[in-house]
């Protein structure tokens, strides 16, 4: 009977920490540098801004995707650091872009007489808490404006 009563409280335990969780929203790209100036493959860091529409707070494990502006391929990023991502807030996770070299060339000239582009990012990143981790896709379309990313 004790074991009965101890499986049954932990189920109730592990079914209300499983509540519905809201995909975190991206926001924009902030405070892009340069990384590493290797010619056959440059890096830029950045940071994405986003906000935790959940009451609880999570840890970001790690992530990774790809990056489009203005409908060229611009590279691919990863996340490899843990981030505390608190409840109801805003946090910024920190980006590593691979560029493709070739692509960023060939468009740079377009770029340059622009003051908004058209940023698009896919992916998806491991986030949870006290164990149960799973996969968030990050899916993002949207305007930026040039001037405000290299602040």
């Not at 790809?66 to 843990?82: E, K």
């Not at 493709?100 to 060939?106: E, G, H, M, R, T």
């Not at 992916?123 to 305007?143: C, D, H, L």
Request: net charge positive.
């Amino acid at each position: 009977m004790k074991k009965i009563f101890i499986l049954s409280l932990a189920s109730l335990f592990l079914f209300s920490s499983c509540r519905s969780f809201k995909d975190p929203v991206f926001d924009r790209i902030e405070n892009v540098e340069m990384g590493s100036l290797n010619i056959t493959k440059p890096v830029i860091t950045l940071q994405m801004k986003c906000f935790n529409p959940n009451n609880r707070s999570a840890i970001l494990k790690n992530g990774e995707g790809d990056a489009w502006i203005d409908s060229s391929y611009l590279g691919h990023f990863t996340i490899d650091s843990a981030i505390n991502i608190p409840a109801n807030s805003d946090f910024r996770i920190p980006v590593s872009l691979a560029l493709d070299i070739k692509s960023v060339l060939q468009n740079s000239m377009a770029l340059i007489s622009k003051e908004q582009v058209n940023i698009k990012v896919s992916g998806k990143v491991k986030a949870g808490r006290k164990g149960f981790y799973k996969n968030v896709p990050i899916n993002y379309e949207g305007p930026q404006n040039l001037k405000e990313l290299f602040r």
